[in-house]
């Protein structure tokens, strides 16, 4: 079993749609979760950032640990096509400096 | 402020050269972290260098593949003879901070192996 499992897609939506993007993990140490937007040809860029369970909310983003079901969602609210990118989902343990990555989810957000 | 600066942004190598991939981090980062992204797979993590030290390399092959931040200079991923497996987007991030999981990315090194 993968450490972190993410479902690559490809998922396609209309403009305006909600979003939601999740990982499972099995690792009960991951304390640090986060996620990252790629665009083609371009390194990730930091979306969201959280420790620990709950829910953090950035704009349009909002992030969802749960930590007992060993889940985290991401979800994007009015997506607009400026969107349309690979999502990746990253975790961590405490202490450590290693960032464990999903496969990422290919989003088109179609106008 | 310039971000992290990668280069080059395309590198072909035959088998059996070398590659040598730069990395500037941003202003005021001491920590670099390399990863690697082979097609269909998401980043894997090869190194952790503070300046002038390798923390943590437990990413890394363990033959043909070295990694150094001098004191000066950027920090350099060296892949020598290269095969094909060694195909893929090798991407920088460095922090100013231990444990600042906010990293930020270079656009990354797209390295062809022929």
């Known amino acids: 079993q993968k450490e972190v499992e993410q479902d690559p897609g490809p998922l396609s939506v209309p403009e305006g749609a909600i979003v939601s993007l999740n990982c499972t993990y099995s690792?009960?140490?991951?304390?640090?979760f986060m996620w990252y937007r790629q665009y083609s040809r371009k390194g990730p860029e930091l979306l969201m950032y959280t420790y620990s369970s709950g829910n953090k909310e950035d704009g349009r983003f909002t992030a969802q640990v749960d930590k007992s079901s060993k889940y985290i969602s991401l979800f994007i609210r009015d997506s607009q096509p400026s969107d349309s990118a690979t999502y990746l989902c990253?975790?961590?343990?405490?202490?450590?400096?290693?960032?464990?990555f999903g496969k990422g989810t290919k989003l088109t957000v179609n106008p | 402020n310039a971000g992290v600066m990668q280069n080059p942004r395309h590198l072909v190598r035959r088998r059996g050269q070398e590659a040598r991939l730069r990395c500037s981090p941003m202003?005021?980062?001491?920590?670099v972290y390399w990863y690697r992204q082979l097609p269909e797979e998401g980043l894997k993590f090869m190194v952790y260098?503070?300046?002038?030290?390798?923390?943590?390399e437990s990413g890394m092959p363990k033959e043909r593949f070295s990694a150094e931040f001098p004191k000066e200079g950027p920090s350099i991923l060296r892949i020598q003879q290269v095969v094909r497996g060694d195909s893929a987007a090798y991407f920088c991030?460095?922090?100013?901070?231990?444990?600042?999981?906010?990293?930020?990315f270079g656009s990354g090194t797209r390295l062809t192996v022929v």
């Open positions: 202003k005021g980062h001491s920590h």
């Open positions: 990253a975790m961590t343990k405490g202490g450590s400096e290693k960032l464990v």
């Open positions: 260098l503070q300046k002038e030290n390798i923390i943590d």
């Open positions: 991030a460095s922090s100013p901070l231990e444990a600042n999981y906010g990293y930020t």
């Open positions: 690792n009960s140490a991951f304390q640090y």
